[in-house]
């Protein structure tokens, strides 16, 4: 990452393994995805304050539509507007690789401020479910299971 010197907030590029070591330290209630279309990072007088990761929809039903990328993570340290600024920068890169449609999720409780800042607009409500574990295929635990969310999106 190149150094500013200024205190302002600027876009920065970020490798994958970069962005999932910054959300395993920051992230309040989620591990790094898996995997990811792009990732980003901003920063602040030469240091990296937030990530975001962005990859194909978890929803195989918005999935197979083919047109919508999801913002599957951000984190920052707490810096003001970090998240906000992540948001749009996402839904700038999304449209310019082609996409028409960016989604994310909260979970209940979260009030969504930055996303509100950044253009998207709530689609929808998802009840809390039991979890991701089937007999068919066993899973662990992922940390957010019982909790009602909310989609979001930007077009």
Known sequence: MTAKTDSWLYIVPISFADACAFVSDHHRHHRAPRGHKFSL???????????AIVGRPVSRVIQAAGDTLEVTRTATDGTPNANSMLYGACWRITKGLGYSRLITYTQDGETGASLRAAGFRVVGERPARGGWNAPSRPRDASGNDGIARTLWETA
Do not use: D, E, F, S
């Open 41 to 51: 990072g901003v920063a602040a007088a030469g240091t990296l304050v937030g990530v």
